[in-house]
């Protein structure tokens, strides 16, 4: 079974610096894996989504990564700001007979940027 | 508008009581889903349906039960509600090359 874990579950840091989120998976067998960010309260909002064959994605200050051979990908964010203070979720779907499974997610990071 | 709309945004209501929560899109997608999020457990899949014919159920499917309409409309009823089912309750499609798209979430309680 299909398991993700996002290290650390919290972290909070001054504004200005670069920081990096961890997510790992068990079952290397993924069609993609996508990086959500979700405010309090609300819905998540997709930020990256790297295919299988692909080794990183770039969107403005961010950078996704995926070694799929070792299960892990990693979110970069760079100069932080207070704005990007949210809860951070990685998930990955299922590769099943080729065609996509389900969406499996992490329980999130926490990021708290103080100004 | 939003690509994924749900209604209600909000709902509460009494233990044994049938309710539905209704999502549609417009991103045109086959594909929509059911999520629900607890604090601590992060999200879990209900059911999901790749087509208007094709739907399964996921990890959590225990006391509920889904209707797809139309491509656009996937709907999520609770037959009998009770307490343990108070989440926000999350509606999502995705594309073909696997992007998902969520919703606003409903926040379901159950008194």
């Known amino acids: 079974k299909q398991e993700v874990t996002q290290i650390p579950a919290a972290l909070s840091v001054p504004e200005g610096e670069n920081l990096v989120l961890n997510c790992s998976f068990t079952?290397?067998?993924?069609?993609?894996l996508q990086w959500f960010r979700q405010d309090p309260g609300k819905g998540l909002t997709s930020l990256l989504l790297?295919?299988?064959?692909?080794r990183e994605q770039t969107s403005g200050r961010l950078n996704a990564s995926l070694d799929k051979s070792s299960g892990r990908s990693t979110l970069y964010i760079a100069a932080s700001q207070p704005g990007d203070s949210a809860t951070y979720l990685c998930a990955v779907f299922q590769n099943y007979g080729g065609s996509q499974g389900n969406l499996i997610f992490g329980k999130g990071t926490k990021l708290s940027v103080k100004p | 508008d939003a690509d994924v709309t749900q209604t209600p945004r909000n709902r509460i209501t009494k233990t044994g009581k049938r309710i539905m929560l209704e999502c549609s899109q417009t991103k045109g997608h086959d594909r929509m889903y059911w999520y629900r999020q607890d604090p601590g457990l992060g999200l879990r899949l209900i059911y999901y349906s790749f087509d208007v014919k094709d739907i399964n159920k996921g990890e959590i499917s225990d006391g509920y039960s889904v209707s797809r309409q139309a491509q656009a409309k996937f709907s999520l009823s609770l037959e009998s509600a009770i307490p343990n089912q108070t989440a926000l309750y999350f509606c999502a499609t995705s594309s073909p090359w696997g992007e998902q798209y969520f919703g606003p979430g409903t926040r379901l309680t159950v008194t």
């Open positions: 790297i295919q299988s064959s692909q």
């Open positions: 079952d290397s067998a993924i069609y993609n």
